[in-house]
């Protein structure tokens, strides 16, 4: 929203408002916010907190940002280089924190976007965080794109002593790389490997009798058309980031099969390319639908299969009826 701006501040200008850097961490402290201090957090930790951060800007490796409304900081955020050698394209976002009386206002969020252009800036386009499960933190950091890793049980404590788990987050903030889905052959082995994560995933998710894997002499046959989607990145090879088959019937259904992306890019459009091109493929066959089998625990499939004009329906054959599955279909 209009009133408030976003600033970096040099050492010279942070030492000039620490009063108000302070004052901002204490309200976050005595609101409750889970942010490295307890309740009771005197001033003089706060400025000694602060000074410590300032040393790291005046030094370099750590970039502190701050949003003014009407004179006066309300908001902060820090984007620090990891320091270490192998690492130089890292940063860890830090302390984001908004004064409660300027909360509402689209604060956080405006830090956020600063924060991620420049630490791009610098070269650090792969950024880690750490937040309060539930919190205001986790929602800003989902809404804004940022990849949930894994959640901590009993990370840290509240300021008034409780324990709380932390969820980890990451963003990688290099432009999309382009997506690109062909034909292909499944016996190669970056697509053996894919196959067998996809293996893995469901075992850990369903029972053996529930998971219906096809395998890579099956991919094979002459009804099966298979399909990987190809990452590109200038100066380096394209990467497979997900697969997927298209079966053909005699009964003129086709059948999802194989359909598997590389989690890490989860989020980024490979699904969606790999289905289109499926969906392609089966029209040009003349097949009037597309059917398909997956689980009920596998969240972020059933989402992309409704958003693509999916609905539920019965087993259809060769499946039976079973309460781990879930069958779809599409008229094409």
């Known amino acids: 929203m ?48 602060w000074r410590k951060v ?6 370099g490796g750590r970039i502190l940002l701050a949003a003014e409304l009407d004179g006066r900081l309300v908001g902060t955020v820090q984007a620090v280089a990891s320091g270490i050698p192998n ?36 070269g650090w386009w792969l950024m880690v965080l750490d937040t309060v499960v539930e919190s205001a933190g986790d929602r800003l950091y989902a809404k804004g794109g940022w990849k949930p890793v894994g959640i901590v049980p009993d990370f840290a404590l509240w300021p008034d002593g409780r324990l709380c788990a932390t969820r980890y987050f990451f963003k990688d903030l290099r432009p999309a790389r382009p997506i690109r889905v062909i034909e292909d052959t499944p016996a190669q ?19 053996a009798e529930s998971n219906h894997m096809v395998d890579v002499a ?6 099966v058309t298979f399909f990987t989607a190809l990452r590109s990145q200038p100066g380096f090879a394209d990467d497979i980031a997900g697969i997927g088959a298209l079966v053909a019937k005699a009964d003129g ?23 289109r091109a499926v969906e392609a ?31 539920p329906r019965g087993a259809f ?5 079973d309460p781990w599955s879930v069958f779809m279909e599409k008229k094409l």
């Open 218 to 223: 099956s991919l094979q046959r002459p009804e």
């Open 317 to 321: 054959p060769p499946y039976a009826p």
């Open 87 to 122: 690492q130089p394209h890292r940063s860890d976002l830090s302390k984001m924190l908004v004064h409660r009386a300027a909360r509402g206002r689209g604060v956080g969020a405006a830090l956020l976007k600063a924060a991620e252009q420049a630490a791009f800036a610098e």
């Open 189 to 207: 082995g970056p697509v053996i490997d894919m196959l067998e994560a996809g293996d893995r995933e469901m075992a850990a998710l369903y029972p």
């Open 54 to 59: 300032i040393k790291g800007v005046a030094t």
């Open 253 to 275: 259904t086709g059948e999802l099969k194989r359909f598997f992306t590389n989690p890490h890019v989860r989020g980024t459009g490979v699904g969606s390319a790999i289905l």
């Open 281 to 311: 493929k089966a029209r040009a066959l003349g097949l009037r639908t597309l059917q398909l089998e997956t689980g009920i625990h596998s969240a972020g499939a059933l989402a992309l299969y409704r958003a693509a004009g999916f609905t």
């Open 2 to 49: 209009a009133g408030f701006h976003i600033l970096r501040l040099d050492a010279a200008t942070a030492r000039a408002r620490l009063p108000e850097l302070s004052a901002i961490l204490l309200d976050c402290v005595e609101g409750g916010a889970s942010v490295s201090f307890m309740a009771g957090m005197t001033k003089a930790e706060a400025n000694a907190f």
